[in-house]
């Protein structure tokens, strides 16, 4: 099983600031596989990007990926109030899907 | 728009069989792989496990003695049966919609559409 790490577990930002969130796999991943989801409380997951680096449709520009082997980046260029949240990561080799255990974007 | 509802009961007893199901509309349930996914509150995300419209499936292999999921096409809905639950398997369970499948290929686009969540306890 992969196991996905996220780093750090909480980031404390301003509004308007960049935001920087990694995620580093045990072994290898093809980035065909990787996604990023953004959750709110009470709510779902939502998927950001997926193929490490394409956004899903309805998403800002101002949400990037990046990344490629163990090491993966979700970068929010300047974060807007509704980006204060949880954003995990997911890949999805040889048929076994996991997920990192988060990071959370809080107001500073 | 595609949609997904979990249905079930909220409520189940110690080693007995959890039970649910999970509707999509607004869209066909052939040509993708479907997942469901739990959350015990609080904590992170954990994947139970996919299947297609054949009945192909991949189960996390730390539940798989303990999961069946199953697929019903005329009614666009697929289920989740996980049974000799605990306490541990307390947690909001989601369907969503995972990998697209054609012409013998699947190409991952993940998990893009989500229900909003079902709270299942473990209680006697």
């Known amino acids: 099983e992969i196991v996905m790490t996220q780093s750090p577990a909480t980031l404390s930002l301003s509004p308007g600031e960049r935001a920087t969130l990694s995620c580093r796999a045990s072994q290898s991943v093809s980035s065909y596989y990787l996604s990023w989801y953004q959750q709110k409380p009470g709510q779902a997951p939502r998927l950001l990007i997926y193929?490490?680096?394409t956004r899903a449709t309805g998403i800002p520009a101002r949400f990037s990926g990046s990344g490629s082997g163990t090491d993966f980046t979700l970068t929010i260029s300047s974060l807007q109030p509704e980006d204060f949240a949880v954003y995990y990561c997911q890949q999805d080799y040889n048929f076994l899907l996991t997920f990192g255990g988060g990071t959370k974007v809080e107001i500073k | 728009q595609v949609q997904l509802q979990e249905s079930g009961p909220g409520l189940v007893k110690p080693s007995e069989t959890l039970s649910l199901t999970c509707t999509v509309s607004g869209g066909s349930i052939s040509s993708y792989y479907w997942s469901w996914i739990r959350q015990p509150a609080g904590k992170g995300l954990e994947w139970i496990g996919r299947i297609y419209i054949s009945g192909s499936t991949n189960y996390n292999p730390s539940l798989k003695s303990r999961v069946t999921m199953s697929v019903d096409t005329s009614k666009n809905q697929f289920s989740l049966r996980l049974s000799s639950v605990t306490a541990a398997d307390t947690a909001v369970y989601y369907c969503?919609?995972?990998?697209?499948?054609?012409?013998?290929?699947?190409?991952?686009?993940?998990?893009?559409?989500w229900g909003q969540g079902t709270l299942v306890t473990v209680s006697s």
């Open positions: 969503a919609r995972d990998s697209y499948c054609s012409g013998g290929s699947c190409y991952p686009t993940g998990l893009d559409y």
């Open positions: 193929g490490a680096s």
